[in-house]
């Protein structure tokens, strides 16, 4: 028979241990397990991420990760000082990295950048459909625009002048309306990123100039890998979630492999994300893309001659060092 004695202190406390010995893995599973909000910026190299979010990728891993748009990199980075946002997807401009970096020393690791140039096309100078302007240096004394933040102001200056168009000025515009600007003719050009010149080439308003133009006239190659956009992770997020971070970064890895191995598959997800829709989600150049663990020192190397502009220009108020903001696995 059961006995009817009330339990005494000694069996409760025993119980009660055993209850929350069983509850543990369950909560911890739990606690492992955080929300991952990631800040993007509308631009085509970060198919890889929107690819992975809306293929589930991060889902089937488990994880719960919240897609944040901004409207420039500045704020993405901003959002991560913040503790707004653990990460960043690919696109994100990454001197604009190195200045949170610079704010808060260890603030963030590199795990995937976006290297492009002429073959893997990203950067370009674009003008209206029927302008008469053929090179850049004929841009000089001229009305140019450039997306918003510093990066892409210092970018669009220093090819200005070593395209040959010497020291200019450069307005700030949000990347949704440098096609509408040109068109209308409120500027003569804008440096801009895919999908831009897409859209316009596409509506038949512009044109592109010349692409690839951060490998050419800042890195003196037209083939060299321009780091221009990097995906990462707070510090702070992966000292904290280790295991959490090492599957995202491998959820995040499908993505690239399907921009690589099935780019048609993958480009519908440029809708919704950019300002390309439908059908035309077909006709935007590829980024190539490159995780920091399989970096060579030729790829460091080419990355820091980029930061090292910034820090020429007075934009960065110390040296950067490139290897030491890579994730290393």
Known sequence: ??????????????????????????????????????????????????????????????????????????????????????????????????????????????????????????????????SPIKTIAELKGKRVASGPGVQNVVLAKTVLERAGAGAMSVTELPI?????????GQVDACYTLEPTGTVGRLNGTTRVLEVGVIAKYVLGDGLAPWHGGSASLTSEFIKKYPEVAKKYIAAYKRGVDLVKTKPDEARPSLKGYTAIEGALTGEVPMSDYLFSTDFKA???AYFQRFYDLFTEKGIFSRKVDVASMLYKG
């Open 1 to 130: 028979m059961r006995s009817s004695r009330p339990a005494t202190r000694r069996q409760v406390v025993i119980a009660g241990a055993a209850v929350a010995a069983l509850g543990s893995p369950a909560l911890l599973r739990a606690q492992a397990q955080p929300k991952i909000r990631i800040g993007f910026w509308p631009v085509a190299s970060g198919l890889p991420f929107f690819a992975a979010v809306d293929k589930g990728y991060f889902k089937e891993a488990g994880l719960d990760v919240e897609p944040l748009k901004f409207a420039s990199a500045q704020q993405v980075m901003e959002a991560m000082l913040a503790g707004r946002c653990e990460g960043s997807s690919n696109g994100t401009a990454s001197a604009a990295l190195a200045i949170g970096e610079i704010a808060q020393p260890g603030l963030l690791k590199i795990f995937c950048t976006n290297p492009t140039n002429q073959k893997f096309v990203l950067d370009e100078f674009i003008v209206a459909k029927d």
């Open 176 to 184: 949704g309306q440098h096609v509408a600007a040109v068109a209308a």
């Open 298 to 300: 030729s790829d460091i």
